[in-house]
C-alpha cells in the first residue's frame, strides 16, 4: 500500500519538482556524507575523492586506538560527555515545564498592564548574544560558586530556553481555548478534575513536543556550558569544540560530531508524532 502511495505521488510530480526535492535531499544529508567517510579514514588529503588509506587498515598496527575505536574508549570521554548532556537536558526541560507552563496560560488567557513589555522581556535572551550573556553569568556565578558546577549550567541553560518553551506553550493554549474547560465547569468538575482530566491531556501532545525541543536546544548550547563548565562539565558540544579547535578534522572528530548530532536525530523521529496538525487536534487517544 506504501509502495503504491509513493508510485502515485511520484507519477504526480513533475521533472522539476523531483529534482526540486533532490537538491533539497542533498542540501540535508550532503554535509553527512563526508563525515561518515572520514569518520572511517586513516589519510585523506586533497585532492583524492575518498581516502587513500582507510581506518580499518592502520587498526592492527597502531598502539593507540583510532577512529571509532578511539570514540568508544575511555580516553575520549563521550560516554561522559553523553551522559552530562542528557542529564542536563532533562532537568532542564522538566524545570522549565514547571517554570512555563502557568506563565503560557497568563499570557494566553489574561490582560494585564505591561504584558507586552513582559513578551519582549521574555525574547530578550534571543536578542541579546550568547557570549554577553555567557559573561555576565560567569562574573556572578564565580562570585556565587556555581561556576563549574552542574546547577550553574542548569541555571544558565534555563535562558535560553524558557523563551522557547514560553512561546509554544502560549501557542498551543491560545488554540486550546476554554470551551472544554467551561463544559466540565457546568457538569460538576472541580478545578482540579479540569485540571487532570481535560486541560492536560489536550495540552500533552504540545507540551512533549515543546519538552522535545527545548531539550534539544539545552543538548546544543555550547558557549554558555563553556564559560560556565569552566572546564570541569565535559557535555557533547564542548568535547566536540575541543577537538576541532585546532582547525582539523581527523577521523575521531568525525565521529564525535555524527554522535552530537544523534539526539536531534532520534528527537526528529520521536516528535513527528506529537507535532503534526492530527496530533494536536486528537491527543493521545487516536
Not at 108 to 125: D, I, M, V, W
Not at 230 to 242: D, K, N, Y
Request: proline share 6%; aromatic share 12%; charged share 15%.
Amino acid at each position: 500500500m506504501a509502495f503504491k502511495h509513493v508510485q502515485s505521488l511520484s507519477e504526480r510530480l513533475s521533472p522539476f519538482q523531483k529534482f526540486y526535492l533532490i537538491v533539497i535531499a542533498g542540501f540535508i544529508l550532503g554535509p553527512f556524507i563526508p563525515l561518515l567517510i572520514q569518520s572511517f579514514a586513516f589519510r585523506w588529503a586533497w585532492p583524492d575523492l575518498l581516502p587513500s588509506t582507510w581506518w580499518l587498515e592502520q587498526r592492527d598496527k597502531s598502539m593507540l586506538p583510532l577512529a571509532w575505536d578511539y570514540v568508544f574508549s575511555p580516553y575520549s570521554r563521550v560516554w561522559e560527555a553523553t551522559v552530562n548532556t542528557v542529564f542536563i537536558g532533562s532537568v532542564v526541560t522538566v524545570i522549565c515545564l514547571a517554570i512555563c507552563l502557568p506563565a503560557a496560560r497568563v499570557l494566553a488567557r489574561e490582560r494585564f498592564r505591561g504584558k507586552s513589555a513582559f513578551e519582549f522581556f521574555l525574547s530578550l535572551p534571543l536578542i541579546v548574544p550568547e557570549a554577553a550573556i555567557g559573561i555576565a553569568l560567569l562574573m556572578i556565578f564565580i562570585r556565587l560558586g556555581l561556576a563549574g558546577s552542574y546547577v550553574g549550567i542548569i541555571i544558565a541553560h534555563l535562558i535560553p530556553t524558557i523563551p522557547y518553551m514560553v512561546r509554544m506553550l502560549t501557542a498551543v493554549y491560545q488554540g486550546l481555548g476554554r470551551d472544554f474547560e467551561e463544559q466540565a465547569m457546568i457538569l460538576g468538575a472541580n478545578r482540579r478534575q479540569i485540571l487532570w482530566r481535560v486541560t492536560l491531556p489536550m495540552l500533552l501532545p504540545g507540551v512533549v513536543a515543546g519538552a522535545l525541543f527545548t531539550f534539544l536546544v539545552s543538548t546544543n548550547i555550547f558557549l554558555l556550558t563553556f564559560f560556565l563548565g569552566q572546564g570541569q562539565i565535559v557535555t557533547l558540544p564542548t568535547l566536540l569544540f575541543s577537538k576541532i579547535s585546532g582547525g582539523t578534522l581527523d577521523a575521531s572528530a568525525a565521529g564525535i560530531t555524527l554522535i552530537v548530532t544523534l539526539p536531534g536525530i532520534i528527537l526528529l523521529i520521536l516528535s513527528e508524532r506529537f507535532i503534526k496538525e492530527e496530533a494536536f487536534g486528537k491527543g493521545f487517544g487516536n
